[in-house]
Each structure stands twice: as structure tokens, then as C-alpha cells.
């Protein structure tokens, strides 16, 4: 099964940044360059929700409550994707995981651990 790999994560301050990244060491390039990518987050007692996508034209979509501050993007010669998160809030905490997307935009990989993303109070 393939599985992304996500890091980046950490206790930060409200209203500071971080940049996540999620690698594909198991797929191969012509494998991932085609792929949409999407980064979701789940909290304590909460689903899993859509936070970010981008296509393989790297067009992205945003959920409402991240739009001007997270920044979805990809580099394809590291088969890594980022998720550039600024003006964090106390909302903001969750761990977040990333997945491919299939052509119905659902998650096709196995989840990986995540990476948690803490506010510090």
C-alpha cells in the first residue's frame, strides 16, 4: 500500500507560521506528477475535513476557514507537496495528513501517521 509521509508539524504560538511537508518516497515520479494532492486535519472527536488540494496544473481549492492564510503548493522533482500555514489560531490545532486524490476526489492511499499541529495557549 502506498503511503504519504507527513512532517513539519509542532507547538507554535497563535498567530505563528509552519510549513508541512508530505513526501511520496514509494511513488515514483511519473506516478506522482499526475496526482492531485490534498491535505486534511482532524481533531479530538471531530471527522477528518478537507483543508487544502492542488491539481497537477497546480490550480488549489481552500476550505473557508483557511483561505488567506494556508498555502497549498508542490514540488514535483521531490515528489513533495507543502502546506504553508500563517496566522495560525487556536483552531488551527489538529494533526493533518495528506493523500492523493482519485479522478471522484477521493483519498486513494493508505493514511499515514500525520503530523500534529499544537497552539501553545
Known amino acids: 500500500q502506498v503511503q504519504l509521509v507527513e512532517s513539519g508539524g509542532g507547538l507554535v504560538q497563535p498567530g505563528g507560521s509552519l510549513r508541512l511537508s508530505c513526501r511520496a518516497p514509494?511513488?515514483?515520479?511519473?506516478?506522482?506528477?499526475?496526482?492531485?494532492i490534498a491535505w486534511y486535519r482532524q481533531s479530538p472527536g471531530k471527522e477528518r475535513e478537507l483543508v487544502a488540494s492542488?491539481?497537477?496544473?497546480?490550480?488549489?481549492n481552500y476550505a473557508d476557514s483557511v483561505k488567506g492564510r494556508f498555502t497549498i503548493s508542490r514540488d514535483n522533482s521531490r515528489k513533495t507537496a507543502y502546506l504553508q500555514m500563517n496566522n495560525l489560531k487556536a483552531e488551527d490545532t489538529a494533526t493533518y495528513y495528506c493523500?492523493?486524490?482519485?479522478?471522484?476526489?477521493?483519498?486513494?492511499?493508505?493514511w499515514g501517521q500525520g503530523t500534529q499541529v499544537t497552539m501553545a495557549s
Open positions: 493523500n492523493t486524490l482519485s479522478a471522484t476526489n477521493e483519498p486513494q492511499c493508505t
Open positions: 514509494r511513488m515514483i515520479t511519473n506516478v506522482f506528477n499526475p496526482k492531485h
Open positions: 492542488i491539481t497537477s496544473t497546480r490550480a488549489t
